[in-house]
């Protein structure tokens, strides 16, 4: 119903437009030199006719397209206004250098300065909007909202023209806060998403001489575009005649957009011009090649694969319960991993191993004397174990260190501890012990 009435506003008032403008856009481009009273003026170098349905989206600070401008081409454009105060001067400055700008309009500020709306499209500016109330979230609002402010903002400038003229198809989203449904609302429209190729920041709380440094500095690093710019500042009309100077002293042209009509076609361009810099076979691309967006929205259609076509066989002893949550996922695991696995020693290699001599288990006469005896307190088995060492360190005349005469202190903390261990652990503890002498000794 929004769109209905939108078309139904538009159609007669573009057929109007496109006469009006017929009648003075050849004269309007004027070149510097057709400038009266001013030779010396930047002028406006010629009218881009656009049509917004072929191209929706320009401006490459958000978009893959911009205006199809040839090198040191610009154009001018100004949010926000109409604030007569500062608007007008801005209107004045242009004027004195036959410079023609596209000025995107806010419909409170229409309603509240009609009279400012129509300066503006008198003196042969384009007129686009920028919504009824300016919000800086409409990339987070519904989008029912979102086009209300759209058609609200272009029913005010409508109203502040009057009948015999009505905005271009043009829009700046506020805040440059895009967001796709509010384009392909305006792309449905048949009107144009404008966003820039570089801004001069002149909405920041920043000098005049900021402003055209920004301004000039990010024009000269891309070479041609559409500046964005604010009427409504004060600092941006101190700044904008310094800017004009210095882009006529350095060669830039200004370039005037106007929208396609029945009556007025479109100016030919070439799918490339709409590139900022399009691709061309004699500069290499210094640039790595995008990564593909992937989509997943088709993901959960695809078969979750089932075990046997893994050959895992840990998966086998997955139960339905235990891989219910995998499987939910589609990917069933084994409950093992995979690897490191045990190979289990081929038969032959364990048949040859060789058969214990039965001296290895042998106990000798002194040694089964205490066993005999038993050593169930922790004090025998403090004893025991001292008496061996010092056999051994005899039997074998390695230089161990033995505890003859004098005991290490340490050393019978040790053995008090392990009398400790062998206490709670009774014979058994006491058997184990003297085993392990036993093979020292030999
Ligand atoms: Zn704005």
Redo the contacts with the bound molecule.
């Keep these: 119903m929004i769109g209905n009435g939108l078309v139904g506003v538009r159609t007669p008032t573009w057929i109007a437009i496109g006469l009006g403008l017929f009648a003075c856009i050849f004269a309007q481009a004027a070149p510097a030199a057709d400038c009266p009273g001013h030779p010396d003026a930047l002028g406006t170098a010629r009218t881009l006719v656009v049509d917004p349905r072929e191209h929706p989206r320009i401006g490459t600070m958000q978009y893959a397209e911009t205006l199809p401008l040839q090198d040191h081409e610009v154009v001018l454009t100004f949010?926000?206004g109409p604030l007569p105060r500062n608007s007008n001067q801005v209107l004045d400055i242009l004027a004195s250098q036959c410079v023609k700008a596209t000025f995107?309009i806010?419909g409170r500020m229409a309603k509240a300065y009609p009279e400012g709306v129509r300066k503006l499209h008198d003196a042969g500016h384009s007129i686009g909007t920028?919504s009824q109330d300016?919000p800086l979230g409409m990339n987070r609002m519904p989008v029912e909202r979102a086009r209300q402010e759209i058609d609200d903002g272009i029913a005010s400038v409508k109203s502040a023209l009057g009948d015999d003229a009505a905005p271009a198809p043009f829009f700046?989203i506020?805040?440059l806060s895009r967001a796709e449904a509010v384009e392909d609302y305006l792309a449905s429209q048949g009107i144009q998403t404008w966003s820039a190729d570089f801004p001069a920041d002149d909405?920041r709380h920043v000098s005049a001489a900021r402003v055209y440094d920004l301004a000039m500095q990010r024009l000269e690093e891309k070479g041609k575009g559409i500046l964005l710019l604010?009427d409504i500042q004060a600092r941006t009309v101190a700044a904008l005649p310094r800017i004009l100077h210095e882009l006529k002293a350095r060669g830039y042209r200004i370039v005037h957009v106007v929208p396609a009509t029945s009556e007025l076609a479109a100016t030919p361009t070439e799918a490339p011009q709409w590139q900022l810099h399009p691709p061309s076979e004699t500069v290499a691309i210094s640039h790595w090649p995008k990564i593909p967006n992937f989509v997943f929205a088709d993901a959960g259609t695809l078969a979750a694969p089932s075990l046997s076509d893994l050959d895992w066989r840990d998966g086998q002893s997955l139960t339905l319960a235990e891989s219910s949550d995998r499987a939910r996922r589609g990917v069933p695991l084994p409950r093992q991993a995979l690897w490191p696995r045990q190979s289990p020693l081929p038969p032959d290699v364990a048949t040859a191993l060789p058969v214990p001599a039965q001296n290895v288990f042998e106990i000798r006469e002194g040694l089964r004397a205490v066993m005999q005896a038993g050593a169930p307190s922790s004090r025998r088995a403090e004893l025991t174990v001292p008496a061996h060492d010092e056999a051994i360190s005899t039997d074998a005349g390695s230089s161990r260190r033995t505890l003859r005469g004098e005991p290490h202190p340490g050393r019978l903390r040790q053995a008090a501890d392990r009398g400790n261990r062998h206490a709670a652990h009774g014979r058994r503890g006491a058997l184990k012990h003297l085993v392990q002498v036993r093979k020292r000794s030999v």
């Design positions: 949010d926000d995107f806010i920028h300016h700046r506020p805040g909405w604010h």
